[in-house]
């Protein structure tokens, strides 16, 4: 079979409404409000490393403990509704870290109506979304906060692949019929999008060809990126359904 052909049957194939429930994505297909929607997914993404029913069961701890009203607790919560978060731990990630990403997100949610704007602005100006990837975490960190709590938001101008950052953007970006992605943020392009690359998407792209770059960085990244253009240059980071779902479900 042609690479073309692989790479479109297995985004056809796991690119289906089935793949939300085992998925970080089915967090923010809990709601419907924009806001809600970004900051759900947002959370999600972050907690997203690691075994993906431990990921989702944390993830919706979480929501819970923010009422099931993510935005609603960002914009009135206060110290004493921080204080039920200090049970709150998935891996490295702890209560220290889930205060800090409640108050930088309501601090970012009090400038901007939408993390969307952020986003939007710097892909404007510059025409890339690392633009935004590297504003967004400027933003992000602007408050005092412990040096720990940095390693949950990648830094691309480290060489980091942002795989979680990538991965929300994606459901934030892409929009098609099959209602997996929101596609909520509309005036930025699936083509500028790049490709979440992790252990089992790098596996499958260097096993493919698609991949030479040993280490799962941000040049790997542009380069999977790039390569992955090739076969569509509209919406590249489609075939993230493919590599994962091959990595995942079938072991390639």
Same mark, same amino acid.
């Given at each position: 079979?042609?690479? $073309?052909?692989?790479?479109?049957?297995?985004?056809?194939?796991? &690119?289906?409404?089935?793949?939300?429930?085992?998925? *970080?994505?089915?967090?923010?297909?809990?709601?419907?409000? $924009?806001?809600?929607?970004?900051?759900?997914?947002?959370?999600?993404?972050?907690?997203?490393?690691?075994?993906?029913?431990?990921?989702?069961?944390?993830? #919706?701890?979480?929501?819970?403990?923010?009422?099931? !009203?993510?935005?609603?607790?960002?914009?009135? +919560?206060?110290?004493?509704? %921080?204080?039920?978060?200090?049970?709150?731990?998935?891996?490295?990630?702890?209560?220290?870290?889930?205060?800090?990403?409640? #108050?930088? %997100? +309501?601090?970012?949610?009090?400038?901007?109506?939408?993390?969307?704007?952020?986003?939007?602005?710097?892909?404007?100006?510059?025409?890339?979304?690392?633009?935004?990837?590297? &504003?967004?975490?400027?933003?992000?960190?602007?408050? *005092?906060?412990?040096?720990?709590?940095?390693?949950?938001?990648?830094?691309?101008?480290?060489?980091?692949?942002?795989?979680?950052? &990538?991965?929300?953007?994606?459901?934030?970006?892409? $929009?098609?019929?099959?209602?997996?992605?929101?596609?909520?943020? @509309? !005036?930025? *392009?699936?083509?500028?999008?790049?490709?979440?690359?992790?252990?089992?998407?790098? @596996?499958?792209?260097?096993?493919?060809?698609?991949?030479?770059?040993?280490?799962? !960085?941000? #040049?790997?990244? %542009?380069? %999977?990126?790039? &390569?992955?253009?090739?076969?569509?240059?509209?919406? *590249?980071? @489609?075939? !993230?359904?493919?590599?994962?779902?091959?990595?995942?479900?079938?072991? @390639?």
């Amino acid at each position: 079979m042609q690479l $073309s052909e692989l790479l479109e049957e297995k985004y056809d194939q796991y &690119n289906r409404k089935e793949f939300i429930e085992g998925d *970080p994505v089915c967090i923010p297909h809990m709601f419907s409000q $924009s806001q809600n929607i970004e900051i759900a997914g947002f959370l999600a993404a972050a907690l997203a490393w690691g075994q993906r029913n431990t990921i989702i069961r944390n993830a #919706k701890d979480l929501i819970s403990m923010m009422g099931n !009203d993510p935005y609603y607790f960002l914009m009135h +919560a206060d110290e004493n509704d %921080l204080i039920d978060l200090g049970s709150f731990t998935h891996r490295t990630f702890n209560s220290i870290d889930a205060h800090y990403f409640i #108050k930088a %997100l +309501a601090n970012i949610y009090r400038k901007y109506e939408s993390m969307y704007q952020i986003f939007r602005k710097a892909y404007e100006r510059e025409g890339s979304i690392e633009a935004g990837l590297k &504003n967004f975490r400027e933003l992000f960190f602007e408050l *005092p906060h412990l040096t720990r709590t940095e390693k949950h938001i990648a830094d691309i101008r480290k060489g980091a692949a942002a795989k979680r950052l &990538n991965m929300f953007l994606r459901w934030m970006v892409r $929009s098609d019929d099959r209602g997996v992605d929101f596609g909520i943020w @509309k !005036d930025i *392009p699936a083509s500028a999008l790049y490709i979440p690359l992790d252990i089992h998407t790098g @596996k499958v792209a260097r096993g493919l060809g698609l991949l030479t770059r040993r280490q799962n !960085d941000w #040049k790997a990244v %542009l380069e %999977l990126t790039g &390569n992955l253009k090739r076969f569509d240059p509209n919406d *590249p980071v @489609k075939y !993230d359904f493919a590599l994962f779902g091959m990595g995942i479900f079938e072991g @390639k």
